[in-house]
Every structure is written in C-alpha cells, then in structure tokens.
Nanobody, 115 residues
Framework: QVQLVESGGGLVQAGGSLRLSCAAS????????MGWYRQAPGKQRELVAT???????NYADSLKGRFTISRDNAKNMVYLQMDSLKPEDTAVYYC?????????WGQGTQVTVSS
C-alpha cells in the first residue's frame, strides 16, 4: 500500500533551518508529482512546493527564496529545505504524492518556530 512518512520536524528558533524528509513507498515514485503542504492552527492547508518527475519545481510565492524542494528518485525520497524560518512558518507539514488521479498524504510532521 502507499505510504508517505515525513520526518525532520521540530522546534527551531526564528532564523534557523530545518530539513524535512518524506519516504515514499507503494507506488511508482519516479512518475509522481511530489509536494509539500502545510496547515497552521485554524487555517486551511496550503501549498508549500511541488516537484515533478523531471525536477521542475513550483513554490508558493511567499516562500520563494527560503524553501527548497528536491527529490531523490533512486531513494524514493522528497525533501524540503527550510531556511530563515519565521514564527509564521509554524504548522504541520504534509508530504503528498499525485500520480494520474491518485492523491496520497502522509501523516504530517510538526514544525514550530519560536520568536
């Protein structure tokens, strides 16, 4: 079955960095569009970034320049490097995969940025 397992979240001070990882299994990873989304308390889930099978990336406008998405198709992994973190980046971060009409989500990893 499809599994997406996020890791790397935690507590960090403003201005710091974190690298999130998502381990994928159960589908043809190399063909899927992979993405990171986040959901802050009381807010809707929002796009952070996506990366397609060719490595073409797309970012939320507000996050360009601070966040970097990447993937390793040999390891079935997708990453999110987050730099210059701000308290407003505090959220649960979710990994997702999209292949044809199938969309899957991980369980999420908490990122908390203290001021």
């Amino acid at each position: 079955q499809v599994q997406l397992v996020e890791s790397g979240g935690g507590l960090v001070q403003a201005g710091g960095s974190l690298r999130l990882s998502c381990a994928a299994s159960g589908f043809i990873f190399g063909l899927a569009v992979m993405g990171w989304y986040r959901q802050a308390p009381g807010k809707q889930r929002e796009l952070v970034a996506t990366i397609d099978r060719n490595g073409i990336t797309n970012y939320a406008d507000s996050l360009k320049g601070r966040f970097t998405i990447s993937r390793d198709n040999a390891k079935n992994m997708v990453y999110l490097q987050m730099d210059s973190l701000k308290p407003e980046d505090t959220a649960v971060y979710y990994c997702d995969s999209r292949l044809v009409s199938n969309v899957y989500w991980g369980q999420g990893t908490q990122v908390t940025v203290s001021s």
